[in-house]
């Protein structure tokens, strides 16, 4: 069992939690993600790491109640234990294995669009413990909504906030942003890492490709086990057919085909509808929707 330690709401339907997972907390790296799985029968839910403590033993954990699942995870408290908490799967951040000098040369602008700030985290860290400062834009619909704006303040170089409605830092899309520190600022980035909503990736990636700006996505929206049994995160990237689970969640964003992994994202909707309808509304009937 891997008991909860704290327990954050960060913003609305947006959760934080410190879990006890001490030989996950020493072997992660940023970029990689876990699989946490609440009781015996419950689903296997795929979140990338947003921070861990090898001297603590705990691992830190960020979700957004969107279904069934995630809403009965929001139910822990500080003290109660998830049934698993496997890990770390996935491929590192490619800039953990490059030379650390040539990391150094580099400019570095990562873009985080709502939840996608946690998995920016610990790569932003990564770096400013070993004394490389990135950049950071952080894109949310409101200031409500914004997440560990003071925790990316201490280790970004620079944090830009961009918020839809102008209600804190820049009024626009994260590609705004970007758009106004390059072509108007004259900022000059030699990398682009982005996370966030599929939607944003790809707009971020079609933005960089026209600014000649190499460009790394995290597909790890589309997973759904883990371990790429299901199928569920195929995606094509440059023609070749890959697997975000296993062979990512990190991609170079210009070769990623970002249609196909969002219609991909829809294959789940109704068994997720049903879900909820049964869990609110337990009736007779032969709708197919009840339970037995």
Same mark, same amino acid.
């Given at each position: 069992?891997?008991?909860?330690?704290?327990?954050?709401?960060?913003?609305?339907?947006?959760? %934080?939690? &410190?879990?006890?997972?001490?030989?996950?907390?020493?072997?992660?790296?940023?970029?990689?993600?876990?699989?946490?799985?609440?009781?015996?029968?419950?689903?296997?839910?795929? #979140?990338?790491?947003? !921070? *861990?403590?090898?001297?603590?033993?705990?691992?830190?954990?960020?979700?957004?109640? #969107?279904?069934?699942?995630?809403?009965?995870?929001?139910?822990?408290?500080?003290?109660?234990?998830?049934?698993?908490?496997?890990?770390?799967?996935?491929?590192?951040?490619?800039?953990?294995?490059?030379?650390?000098?040539?990391?150094?040369?580099?400019?570095?602008?990562?873009?985080?669009?709502?939840?996608?700030?946690?998995?920016?985290?610990?790569?932003?860290?990564? %770096?400013?413990?070993?004394?490389?400062?990135? &950049?950071?834009?952080?894109?949310?619909?409101?200031?409500?909504?914004?997440?560990?704006?003071?925790?990316?303040?201490? +280790?970004?170089?620079? %944090?830009?906030?961009?918020? &839809?409605?102008?209600?804190?830092?820049?009024?626009? $899309?994260? @590609?705004?942003?970007?758009?106004?520190?390059?072509?108007?600022?004259?900022?000059?980035?030699?990398?682009? +890492?982005?996370?966030?909503? $599929?939607?944003?990736?790809?707009? +971020?990636?079609?933005? @960089?490709?026209? #600014? !000649?700006?190499? @460009?790394?996505?995290? #597909?790890?929206?589309?997973? +759904?086990?883990?371990?790429?049994?299901?199928?569920?995160?195929?995606?094509?990237?440059?023609?070749?057919?890959?697997?975000?689970?296993? !062979?990512?969640?990190?991609?170079?964003?210009?070769?990623?085909?970002? &249609?196909?992994?969002?219609?991909?994202?829809?294959? *789940?909707?109704?068994?997720?509808?049903?879900?909820?309808?049964?869990?609110?509304?337990?009736?007779?009937?032969?709708?197919?929707?009840?339970?037995?």
């Amino acid at each position: 069992m891997y008991k909860i330690v704290d327990k954050r709401i960060l913003a609305p339907n947006i959760y %934080l939690m &410190d879990v006890e997972a001490p030989r996950l907390a020493k072997a992660a790296k940023p970029g990689q993600f876990l699989i946490v799985k609440m009781h015996e029968k419950g689903e296997r839910i795929p #979140l990338t790491i947003c !921070d *861990y403590d090898a001297d603590k033993g705990t691992v830190t954990i960020v979700f957004q109640t #969107l279904g069934k699942s995630t809403k009965e995870m929001a139910a822990f408290e500080k003290g109660d234990s998830f049934a698993d908490f496997a890990g770390p799967l996935g491929q590192p951040s490619e800039m953990v294995h490059e030379d650390l000098e040539s990391l150094k040369n580099k400019r570095i602008m990562f873009i985080a669009g709502g939840v996608g700030t946690a998995p920016v985290y610990p790569q932003v860290k990564w %770096l400013y413990e070993r004394g490389i400062k990135a &950049d950071v834009i952080v894109g949310c619909k409101n200031k409500d909504m914004l997440i560990l704006e003071d925790e990316m303040k201490k +280790v970004a170089g620079n %944090l830009y906030v961009a918020t &839809d409605d102008g209600s804190y830092g820049f009024k626009g $899309m994260v @590609t705004d942003c970007l758009k106004k520190l390059v072509l108007e600022d004259g900022k000059r980035y030699d990398l682009v +890492v982005a996370i966030g909503p $599929m939607i944003m990736m790809k707009f +971020v990636a079609k933005l @960089t490709k026209e #600014l !000649d700006i190499p @460009t790394i996505v995290s #597909l790890n929206p589309i997973m +759904v086990d883990g371990t790429g049994m299901c199928g569920a995160c195929r995606v094509t990237v440059g023609g070749e057919t890959k697997f975000a689970c296993v !062979d990512g969640p990190e991609f170079n964003g210009h070769l990623v085909d970002f &249609d196909e992994a969002m219609r991909r994202q829809t294959m *789940y909707k109704s068994e997720e509808a049903q879900a909820e309808f049964r869990k609110e509304h337990k009736h007779e009937g032969g709708c197919g929707c009840c339970e037995e």
